[in-house]
């Protein structure tokens, strides 16, 4: 028996708190509880009737330790998405669906909290799931120097220009300059400073790369039937996608030729729109998970959205900004300009960006992808909808 | 001896011990003579659990390479800047990893170089690793 999950679950809360790295007010567990209870509210719902829980990234919060803060009554199921980065973060929905829809699970919660203070810092998380004597041998201690090795050959051997970074990351700041939640709210990118801002690992300078923030997001996944019922507008989930193929993976280095320099998506962007039935012209609104710039820009390629050859025609500042962009990405800001809590505010914008509650609101949006960790040795994206 | 920080990770015991003795042995499936890294005990592909460890030269062209100017914790035996290249093997289809030393004057993709096998300080352990040379 196969069963598409397209359209029969639905998100119908969210809620998300940011800090600057550091210096959350509370231990970790206390922030991701409030998040928790956010989306709750945001969406009319008791804690104490949520029975699922899914994380992914070596989460450390445990659903079972949250049970007496949130009244919790049955826990019913949990899980967690493999992989050490942020490429199980769109898996998550499908999980949950697949819990919701076989009557395991009624009320889902989907959440990632850091607090730098509890879980020290994520970059070093990271990497140490993934270190080895291979790497450390050879100085490769860090995610931004994975990166920057496949980034260089992104842009050198397959000719990507450089310059579709920095429309990247101006996008990014100017939806963030604009969002009172975000690290960059007030500041638009200064491009004299990017330019020249000290490097990291070549080719990547500070600003290319994602700053880490302390916080907490959470979201409420229900049937869409139970949605209905609810506070907010259910935005349903139309397909999901993770995994990875033949040729890419946790290969120390040794990817298929042509895959090397991809963000890892290409094994899963068919199933993710067969799914929901949709091609990339159908998407009106990106959430682009970007770590680092180039790989933001090898993950829009992956999804169809461009290619190595007229990447520079797509990703172009104008068309990248709401409202009046043709492809509007990362309308909080993203991870580089809103704020880094592995990724979650992506799918939290997801979110409020199909509800209308987007600070950058994108007139008539109905569909919205959320791509997941690009880079990553397994990844994941998701299509999210409203009617 | 060699002192390593994660130790061997799956079937590549031999590549380290060659490594350390200044050799580098990497394995071929002695059932469909595939070239296998990472190492396996199974060959995928045809089912083959025989693999024969072969020393290879070390020469081959640069694949990609990044120049670390961040000091990230654990590199503080590394002179910044310093650029890792991930080197195409001329000989079999294998991709590895190894510091640059010497001029950089040539460093880009495709670029011919060949190598030495040495020891990385990484902390108070001595990493087995290979070192590249442009040509």
Redo the contacts between chains.
Sequence with gaps: MTMNLSGKTAVAGVGYRQFKRGTAPWPERGVLVRAIVDACDDAGFDPADIDGFVSYAGDHNEPVRLMPDLGTKELNWSAQVWGGGGGGIAGTFGLAASAILTGQAKAVIIYRALAEGNSGRLA?AVMAHH????????????P??AC???A??LL??HGVPRSVCEELVRASYFHGSRNPEATAYGKELDLAQFRTA??????FRLFDCSRENDGAGALLMVSSEAARDLRKPPVKLLSVAQGTQKGWG?????DNIEL??TGGFRGITDKLYKMAGLTPADIDVVQLYENFSAQGIASLIDHGFCTYENVAEVVRYENLIAPSGRLPVNTSGGNLAHGFVHGIGTAVEAIRCLRRESVNPVPGARTCLLAGGPGAPTVSSAIFGVD | MAR????Q?GAEGPY?DGLAKGRLVLPRCNGCGKWH??AVWRCGDCGSWDHEWVEQPLAGTI????????R????EG?AL??V?A?VLLDAVP??L???IEGSEEHL??GAPVTGRTTF?Q?GK?E????RWMLA
């Design positions: 070093a270190l080895n004597d291979h790497m450390v041998g050879v100085g490769m201690v860090a931004a120097q920057a090795m496949r260089e050959r050198d051997y000290r490097w990291i690992a070549e080719p946790d290969l120390l280095e040794n090397f320099a | 390593m920080v994660t130790g990770l380290w890294w990472p694949f990609a390479w990044t120049r670390t100017h961040h990230f914790a654990g590199t590394l800047p310093y890792t991930l294998i991709r990893n190894g510091l880009g993709i990385t990484f352990d990493i087995p690793s290979i």
